[in-house]
């Protein structure tokens, strides 16, 4: 069985829609993948249910509208917009954020769950994740599961720890 297969049947349809989401986005202009999923394109990969991608804000309202006539139920917030599809446990997270606009352009190709994606480069998932593991505002276990996140990408490239915070680069030392 492949990952793209074993996707789909824990996601109840999630590699499908993730396929629907990104020819969704390679008609809107630059986009990117970011989050856990890119960060599986550089380090062994660990189960997500979320995907989390940046488009060029202008291109969002068009690619919103097409998705909600595929089907999909679509809820705006101050700093991302979020996509479902009926069924599906693949949680879709399109970020709005003014810093994250510049990861489409440096992004680069990989395949994720059998298809071909743009993916943020490893310097820019890493900024990102840094971003999202120093937000107070975040609950808890999702900055828990940025850090592991930056954990793994520092184990594998250890040139990023230059960037991470004290505290982190001190619990990478102890390993």
């Known amino acids: 069985m492949t990952a793209a297969e074993a996707y789909e049947l824990t996601t109840q349809g999630g590699s499908t829609d993730f396929a629907r989401i ?12 970011i989050g ?15 995907a989390d991608l940046v488009v060029i804000a202008a291109s969002l309202p068009k690619l919103t509208a097409r998705l909600e006539a595929q089907g999909f139920k679509t809820d705006v917030h ?20 003014e810093r994250y606009q510049g990861f ?13 994606v743009k993916v943020a ?5 890493t900024q990102g994740k840094l971003w999202a593991y120093g937000d107070p505002q975040r609950r808890l276990s999702k900055r828990k599961k940025d850090e592991l996140d930056l ?8 040139e990023l720890k230059s960037l991470y915070p004290i505290d982190l680069r001190e619990q990478l030392d102890r390993g």
Do not use: K, M, W
């Not at 979020?82 to 069924?87: D, F, I, P, T, V």
């Not at 489409?104 to 071909?116: D, F, N, T």
């Not at 954990?151 to 250890?158: K, N, S």
């Open 22 to 33: 990104i020819d969704a986005c390679e008609s809107f202009g630059p986009y990117c993948l």
């Open 36 to 50: 856990g999923l890119a960060v599986n394109c550089y380090v062994e990969p660990v189960y997500t249910l979320d």
């Open 78 to 97: 101050a700093h991302s917009v979020n996509a479902l599809a009926s069924g599906s446990e693949l949680r879709i997270q399109f970020t709005t954020g």
């Open 104 to 116: 489409p352009v440096r992004s680069v190709e990989a395949h994720v769950l059998g298809i071909r």
């Open 121 to 125: 480069n490893l310097q820019d998932v």
């Open 151 to 158: 954990i793994r990408l520092a184990e594998v490239y250890p």
